[in-house]
């Protein structure tokens, strides 16, 4: 009998740890398969961030690093310039790489360092019990603006995806969702597109991803779907924000 479909190589066949219905694990399996795909399994080294992915290691079948809080983008540079064979990317959520890691992702981004960066941005801190992220909308409600972010007291959400944009030295930038199988088809398809830049030798590739969090946004996983297309993507708005990869020789 044809075999039809397996998991990923890269992919460990091992209990998860995140909530019910968490995008994590889809997240996880497209870079698995991009992994699998480009044949890059042996050669490539993944950098976990602090946050609910934390336990990244756990889950990848490639080599692992363990960062500290919002470093992950240090610790890939010193691993990426020391091995330039080999293939690194950082897997981040927004606590970690919008908030303490700010000045880690734009230095990276910056400098251009060849890496590809896995955003994962679902509006709120979820391991340490749902306070507001940096990418926290305006009036969404967290443990810590339990009456709704106010712009006038907490500021507005960072648009990462943008500001990294802007930064000469990053060579592709997009944002994309794992809301729906047409935008898990295209999400797949930007993963693949910054690993393969980093094999060019074009330099630094981030894709921030759309995510849901039912846990701490008090929802069910279908209505944290449905609050996700309502909310987040009219703020947060899908596409390429930046891609030079044909310029760069």
Known sequence: MAIVYENPKALLDVPTHYCPGCTHGII??????????????????????????VLAYNYFACDMFEAAHGRAPACATGIK???????????????DLAAIGTAEIV???????????????????????????????????????PYGRDPKIAGYPIRVSEMISTLTGACYVERVSVDSVPNIIKAKKAIKKAFQNQLEGKGFSLVE??????????????????????NMIPYYPLGVKKDNTEEVK
């Open 28 to 53: 996880h399996k497209l870079v698995a398969e991009v992994i699998d795909e480009l044949g890059i399994l042996d050669k490539t080294i993944g950098v976990a961030p602090v946050g609910c992915s």
């Open 81 to 95: 310039r020391t091995n330039p064979d080999k293939v690194v990317f950082t897997y981040q959520g927004d606590g």
């Open 107 to 145: 230095h990276a981004a910056t400098r251009g360092e060849n890496l590809t960066g896995i955003f994962v941005n679902n509006c709120i801190y979820g391991m340490t019990g749902g306070q507001m992220a940096p990418t926290t909308l305006p009036g969404q409600v967290t443990e810590t603006t």
């Open 209 to 230: 991803v759309l995510s849901i969090c039912p846990t701490n946004w008090g929802l069910s996983p279908s209505e944290s779907m449905k609050w996700l297309k309502e």
